[in-house]
RNA sequence: GCGCGCUUAGCUCAGUGGAAGAGCACUUCCUUCACACGGAAGGGGUCGCAGGUUCAAGUCCUGCAGCGCGCACCA
């Protein structure tokens, strides 16, 4: 690292090495590979999407756990990808097409023109957020990225679908769906969200009919609705059959307003008579369980609202062609003009939207196709028997409860962008209409009919995750036995979001039970893997809110672009960043101030090797036991510890914890202690001195004990941090004595940093000993440095301190107790007399005392000594409370009960010095 | 209505039955030869409320309250 710089720069730092380890193919998955596989498939980000804060967190997490099980000497594949989106795709090329002025609605193109748009537009955008996420420094395969559409996927799309049409889970019905008015197309079950809504119940009189077909003088049925449009077409008022105020009207009629269309009264157990008036209008078109009644009863459907969300000339020539939204202002109006409004009363309900365009979601009477969840029995309980673990737990209460109430899955959609439903129906005679829907005139194979001009194919499209389900064998080269697939299928660990459970990851889990699974009884195998099930973790993130916290979109634009905080703090900032504010399980505050501190952490590392630099000299591989120091030895067991606590972390997926642990081992102990400590024998010449001749082989020995600490942290870090890490393990020369496959190219693949074990720990003498007396040490230096302030001496004034100690102090504590005090000098005086009221501390080394004459502040000194007593007495009060308590000395572990005793006598001898020194003061 | 979270310092949050923690913000001091994207010393908490279990509870149990999120066909 000649010449470097004061600061981090971690510009050009990124892209050199992101070049770097792609022309190393650093990051290609080896199937043939004799190491342990480990692999996570990404999940496939939209293709028109730009990288926002959730990608940031969720694939910071996945290259996380790729860089370290290659540092675990894993065979990784992370494999990349991106989804079709159907839906959304569709709809910003559509709005893109007609700003253009190229069409006003797709129609007007064609099929086959607009999906050639849509391709165009694919072409162009696709790519963007796989160069987003190459920026963050995600380490996927990419040679293997795949996308939903590819050929090869879209065969497997059809393949699933054709096996399970002919198992008969996929069928075609007549049902009501959950329609989106604005994309126009049906929606599954699970892309409706209920909001809780302000609305209002309408309560309308519909006049009774008498034997003449008359509508009687002051005979009414009153009925409430939310939905006054739907009237139009009711055709029905039901009544619960046992509601005695009603069974009298059962089998009249009543004449429906507006419309001017006598329709029956109808008893139906649905009918809760507590609710409302106890009279329900029916609308068999656009309500699900007036459909339901319907079929019970034989009612006719009137449509009047279309597929478009706008009202049908059914609706009557004074609605015809309204929105619904107009539409039910407009009957309101009139209902209250022919004095059919009884009252309006506020009401709150939930109302369905569609989570893709935000409108209210219609009920639709249409033709569709269903798919019966396959493998769900085993698919539930994967979970529930723990073959498959979610991160946090609790996620699989989630996962079970929604796998036991599966309503059939509405699999087609009404757009152009998909893959296509592969089903033909025999053209008829005539016309090109479709033929009566008997078997033989439909054909159903991945493969168009031979005679393809005699048929039609069904114009819809599957939905989206009818395809990403099949993501993790799909992309491996299903449902050919591939190498990848033996080697790296199940996938390891797989990254998602909470919110897309029942979308992405229940249906994974069942596809991987019904295409990799074991064959049904009396077949022959038909794929030799050993393992049905997609994956073994599912790790949830949370959702990343603004610091209000608010979710994150567009529309509040409280979404920061990631690429600009890449810009202006560096990627390794951002993941750092972003990670240490991530607990498990928990929706992560986003805010800019993270960054920073990620920012400040990478420049905190940087210096702190420029600073090893400057010390000049080789690595230092060899350590010599013999010329240790206490602060040594010191560092050396909180790094063990840190690698202890991070390893944990990792298995534990506890991502937030690895980061503050290293947070704090690195800037709080190693920089602040320890290297401010080393100072004292970095400071001797490198050269052998005649005054001191060991001086310089301690020296050189400190600096292997930095070269050892530096390069295990930078070990530590990579999988956080993998730019600034591989910038450092090279400009410190780290590689230069690894093999070349285990750091000596690159520092990803340096082996993970191992627990020191006890050998270690006995040939280097790391004891507890050790560790108790270097924390003294460190307190008696806070302790120290609390007496200058509170005695006001600014920290340039140069003072002298006398130290009395309790025991030994060697040459060498007692010039780093002097460094970190900042002093001039520091006096060792076992028979030390202070003179009256000296400003002193105790440590269990000894009493240190700060010697004014003649400046002593009497005032500042009596209040810093009585702050000390009081907290003393407190805090004897709290230990003796507990000691006093018969029974604690009885249940107690000896340990804990040893402990209290210590804690007591130590505050104790504190508060005997405070009150001592107060006397002293005022003696 | 059912389920799941959350409630700890001014803010955002860690905390795994045995002395209340971090970052930011705040106060004071320091441009000392790694770093002002820095250093030092401080101030600031009846851990939502009420019970219970325990020698010991922020931590376990039971209620309650507030906030958030799922699921649920009541017009």
């Known amino acids: 690292m000649p010449d470097i710089p004061k600061a981090y720069e971690p510009q050009s730092v990124e892209e050199k090495w992101y070049d770097f380890w792609l022309k190393q193919n650093c990051f290609s998955a080896n199937p043939a590979s004799t190491k342990p596989a480990y692999s996570i498939v990404i999940p496939p980000p939209n293709v028109t999407g730009m990288l926002h804060m959730g990608h940031v967190l969720n694939n910071t997490i996945q290259d996380i756990l790729a860089r370290k099980a290659r540092m675990d000497g894993k065979e990784v594949l992370w494999l990349p990808g991106t989804d079709h989106a159907g839906i959304a795709t569709q709809a910003v090329v559509e709005k893109s097409l007609r700003k253009q002025g190229v069409m006003k609605h797709r129609d007007d193109l064609g099929r086959e023109k607009f999906l050639e748009h849509v391709w165009a537009w694919k072409e162009k955008h696709g790519g963007i957020i796989i160069q987003q996420l190459k920026r963050l420094g995600c380490s996927c395969d990419w040679a293997r990225e795949r996308f939903t559409m590819d050929p090869a996927y879209s065969r497997c799309v059809q393949k699933v679908f054709v096996e399970l049409y002919r198992k008969g889970q996929i069928y075609r019905g007549k049902r009501m769906v959950n329609w989106d008015p604005a994309a126009r197309t049906a929606l599954s079950d699970e892309e409706v969200e209920m909001l809780e809504e302000k609305g209002q119940l309408w309560h309308l009189k519909y006049p009774l009919l008498d034997d003449k077909g008359q509508p009687g003088a002051d005979e009414f049925v009153v009925v409430a609705t939310t939905r006054p449009e739907t009237m139009l077409g009711d055709e029905a008022v039901a009544v619960n059959p046992n509601d005695p105020r009603y069974t009298r009207l059962v089998g009249r009629r009543c004449l429906l307003p507006l419309q001017n269309k006598p329709i029956p009264v109808i ?32 009612l006719p459907l009137t449509v009047v609202i279309g597929p478009d969300g706008r009202m049908t000339e059914a609706a009557g020539e004074d609605f015809d062609d309204l929105d619904r939204m107009e539409a039910r202002k407009a009957v309101v109006e009139e209902l209250t003009e022919q004095g059919l409004l009884l009252k309006t009363e506020d009401y709150v309900h939930n109302v369905g939207y569609s989570q893709r365009s935000h409108v209210p979601i219609e009920p639709y009477l249409s033709e569709q196709w269903f798919l019966k969840y396959p493998s769900v029995e085993k698919a539930a309980r994967a979970v529930e028997e723990g073959r498959i673990a979610f991160h946090p737990d609790r996620w699989s209460k989630t996962y079970s409860h929604w796998m036991l109430g599966l309503r059939d899955w509405c699999i087609s959609r009404q757009l152009w962008w ?11 005679a005539q016309s090109s209409a479709p033929a009566t829907t008997s078997a033989s005139n439909i054909w159903c194979d991945v493969d168009a009919p031979p005679d393809s001009e005699n048929w039609t194919q069904d114009p819809d499209v599957l939905d989206t995750w009818f395809s990403s389900w099949l993501w993790p064998f799909a992309t491996m080269g ?14 390891t660990d797989l990254v998602t979001g909470p919110d897309i459970i029942f979308f992405w990851v229940a249906r994974m889990i069942m596809a991987g039970y019904e295409f990799m699974g074991e064959p049904e009884s009396g077949l022959p195998p038909r794929f030799g893997l050993p393992d049905a099930l997609p994956f073994r973790n599912v790790y949830f993130t949370g959702i990343i809110r603004d610091k209000l916290g ?63 630099q400057m010390q000049g000299g080789e690595v230092q591989g060899e350590i010599n036991p013999q010329l240790l120091t206490s602060d040594d030895r010191w560092i050396l067991l909180k790094l063990d510890q840190a690698i202890r606590e991070i390893t944990t972390a990792f298995a534990e997926y506890r991502f937030n914890e690895a980061t503050q642990t290293l947070y704090r081992f690195f800037w709080s102990e190693y920089c602040d202690w320890y290297v401010e400590a080393s100072k004292a024998t970095l400071a001797a010449s490198p050269q052998p001195s005649a005054v001191n001749p060991q001086s310089a082989s301690v020296r050189a020995n400190t600096v ?20 600034i890490t591989e910038e450092l393990w090279h400009g410190m020369g780290y590689h230069e004595d690894m093999p070349e496959n285990q750091g000596g190219s690159s520092i990803m693949f340096a082996r993970w940093p191992k627990p020191l074990d006890k050998n270690f720990h006995d040939h280097y003498g790391l004891t507890d000993s050790v560790l108790a007396f270097v924390t003294a040490k460190f307190d008696l230096v806070t302790q120290g440095r609390n007496l200058r302030r509170e005695g006001n001496i600014p920290a340039s004034r140069k003072v002298k301190y006398v130290f009395k100690p309790a025991g030994e102090l060697s040459a060498h504590d007692a010039d780093v107790v002097r460094l970190l005090l900042n002093a001039e000098a520091l006096e060792i005086q076992p028979g030390y007399q202070p003179g009256k ?22 005032t500042a000194e009596r209040a810093r000594q009585t702050k000390e007593l009081e907290k003393a007495e407190t805090e004897m009060a709290k230990v003796e409370q507990k000691l006093n308590n018969p029974a604690f000395a009885q249940k107690v572990p000896p340990n804990v009960l040893a402990e209290h005793q ?5 505050w104790q001898a504190k508060r005997d010095r405070a009150k001592a020194a107060l006397e002293a003061l005022d003696g």
């Open 550 to 612: 608010r979710k994150m979109s567009k529309s509040l634009g409280n979404s920061p672009d990631p690429l600009e905080l890449i810009a202006k703090y560096g990627a390794d900032a951002l993941r750092f960043g972003t990670m240490r504010s991530a607990p498990l399980g928990q929706d992560v505050l986003f805010d800019e101030k993270d960054v920073e501190l990620g920012r400040n952490f990478c420049n905190k590392l940087w210096n702190a090797c420029r600073f090893r």
């Open 478 to 491: 299903w449902p050919e036995q591939t190498e990848t697939l033996k080697k790296f299928y199940p996938t």
């Open 704 to 723: 292997a004990v930095i070269d050892f600490i530096l390069s295990h942290t930078l070990r530590l870090f990579h999988p956080f941090l993998p730019f």
């Open 837 to 858: 009221g000296t400003p002193a501390v105790h440590s269990e080394l000894g009493t240190l005392y700060l010697p004014l004459e003649g400046l002593i502040d009497v």
């Open 418 to 428: 998909g893959h296509r439903v592969p089903v033909w129906y025999r053209k008829s």
């Open 267 to 298: 008893a139906d157990d649905f009918v809760d008579p507590k609710f409302g008036t106890g009279c329900v209008k029916v609308t068999p078109a656009h309500d699900p369980n007036d459909y339901e009644m319907a079929v019970r009863h034989k």
């Open 902 to 906: 210590k804690r007591l006598a130590e």
